[in-house]
């Protein structure tokens, strides 16, 4: 019931050339954003749009810049749902410093890791957004799962958790 779309913004910028190569999984021949292209009025709000096609509830997005939020985010059709996941610190510095040695450990923490942090204010009893360590979903997903259905309206079975059983068209992502 839930279109994984990642960040937004490039599947958004690409809609100008028709969302060719949208597809980081089918390249250009993606059937799904050729058909979503053939369709789709381009005066029309992009994500109700992108369900509409998908035949889904929900699109998931994530870190979409202030642009986007203010072009596509601002409609009547759409309830925002927030669902922020935080990582120990150490092992996200650990990542960051094995990716990019040159910085050394103390600018990871300092240009990386501090500005990561910096603004978020971790409430996992907040009741207009979702807070999920890291750390206990990969101990518990089936669990995390149930929590973040109840949270979004969707009820998910431990199926979902087989996530490479399902037809996925992402745009972008990290590809690691």
Request: glycine share 8%; hydrophobic share 45%.
């Amino acid at each position: 019931r839930a279109f994984a779309l990642g960040p937004p913004d490039r599947a958004w910028r690409v809609r100008e050339s028709e969302f060719e190569g949208a597809c980081l999984l089918h390249g250009p021949s993606c059937p799904f954003w050729t058909e979503f292209a053939r369709r789709c009025d381009p005066e029309g709000n992009f994500l109700v749009e992108l369900a509409t096609a998908a035949g889904v509830d929900a699109v998931v997005i994530n870190n979409p810049t202030l642009a986007f939020r203010e072009a596509v985010l601002q409609h009547p059709n759409i309830d925002e749902v927030t669902i922020r996941l935080v990582r120990d610190g150490r092992a996200v510095a650990a990542s960051y410093a094995r990716k990019y040695p040159d910085v050394g450990f103390v600018g990871v923490i300092g240009d990386f890791l501090h500005q990561s942090l910096h603004e978020f204010a971790f409430d996992p009893d907040g009741t207009m957004t979702l807070d999920l360590r890291y750390e206990d979903i990969q101990a518990n997903p089936v669990e995390a799962l149930a929590t973040i259905g109840a949270f979004v309206g969707i009820d998910y079975d431990a199926s979902a958790l087989s996530f490479w059983q399902w037809d996925h068209h992402i745009t972008t992502a990290n590809v690691g």
